[in-house]
């Protein structure tokens, strides 16, 4: 069992920036692919962006390719997602996931995080 804490959500200004930090409970995360997830009201779970176990491969949703960087810390078992210019169309719940395989898709991610809100401002 993997538990997943996030923080670094808030408010912010558009064209600010904020850091997102993803813990897990367990030393062995370097086994798994993590992502990145988020939730507007009324709106489905949407990808933002994911990188694989070791940290080599990185993917990202279109909406966020070159504002936001995904990085992890094996050896602190942290997974960081760093949000540059944000936009009001960015403002949602952001949740952190962990998967055996390094994907995409929603349903592929095995255990998930309790979120951290993240409101930009126009």
């Known amino acids: 069992q993997v538990q997943l804490v996030e923080s670094g959500g808030g408010l912010v200004q558009a064209g600010g920036s904020l850091r997102l930090s993803c813990v897990a409970s367990v030393r062995g995360i ?3 692919a993590m992502g990145w997830f988020r939730q507007a009201p009324g709106n489905e779970r949407e990808f933002v962006a994911t990188i694989s176990a070791a940290g080599g491969a990185t993917s990202y949703a279109d909406s966020v390719k070159g504002r936001f ?3 992890r810390d094996n050896t602190k078992s942290t997974v960081y997602l760093q949000m540059n ?8 719940v952001y949740y952190c996931a962990a998967s055996f395989r390094w994907v995409t898709t929603r349903r592929e991610y095995d255990y998930w995080g309790q979120g951290t809100q993240v409101t930009v401002s126009s």
Not at 85 to 92: C, F, I, R, V, Y
């Open 30 to 32: 370097r086994t798994y």
């Open 69 to 71: 960087t995904v990085s």
């Open 85 to 92: 210019s944000l936009k009001p169309e960015d403002t949602a």
